[in-house]
Structures are given as C-alpha cells and as structure tokens.
C-alpha cells in the first residue's frame, strides 16, 4: 500500500537549518508531484513547497521564499525539504503529500521546534 514516512524533525535553534526527507513506498514515485505541508497549533494546514514529477517545476509558500528548498530523489523514492535560517513560526508539524491522480496521500508527519 502507499506509505510516506517523513524524518528529521527535531529542535533547532532561530536561525539554524535542517532537511526534512520522505522516504515513499507502494506507489511509482517518479510519476507521482509531491508536496509539503505543515501544520502549527491552532493554524490550518499550509503548503509549504511543490515539486513536479522531473523536479523541474518547483513553488513555495511565500513565508518561505529563498529559505526553504524543495528537491527528490527518484531513484531513492524520495522528497526532501532544506530549510535554512529558520524562524519560530515555522514551528509545526511537517507533512508530505503525494498526488497520484486524483488521489492524494500524506504522511504521519515530522515534528520541527524552533526555539532558543
């Protein structure tokens, strides 16, 4: 079955970086778009970064513009997300989502705590 399973959240510090990665399964990753999302408490789900199937196309939320970087490894089935100089309201819990058609799947998701 379709399985994404996000990894390296933690606790960083203002102004540190960190790569988020979503290891996917059951499904043909290399047609699939991907996305990440995240989540704060009390906030609705946003999107983060869009990646398409060849990474060619790629977009991002603008809170994240020139911070965060969305990229994929095919051959790994794998998406990441570099976030660099990060901020206390990019703490949330960060999801992947994968776009087979008109089906969508999501992770379990990766927590990330920014604070000093």
């Known amino acids: 079955q379709v399985q994404l399973v996000e990894s390296g959240g933690g606790l960083v510090q203002p102004g540190g970086s960190r790569r988020l990665s979503c290891a996917a399964s059951?499904?043909?990753?290399?047609?699939?778009?991907m996305s990440w999302y995240r989540q704060a408490p009390g906030k609705e789900r946003e999107l983060v970064a869009v990646?398409?199937?060849?990474?060619?196309?790629?977009n991002y939320a603008e809170s994240v513009q020139g911070r965060f970087a969305i990229s994929r490894d095919n051959a790994k089935n794998t998406v990441y997300l570099n976030m660099n100089n990060l901020k206390s309201e990019d703490a949330a819990v960060y999801y992947c989502?994968?776009?087979?058609?008109?089906?969508?799947?999501w992770g379990q998701g990766t927590q990330v705590t920014v604070s000093s």
């Open positions: 059951g499904f043909t990753f290399s047609r699939s778009g």
């Open positions: 989502k994968a776009r087979l058609g008109s089906a969508e799947y």
């Open positions: 990646i398409s199937i060849d990474g060619t196309y790629r």
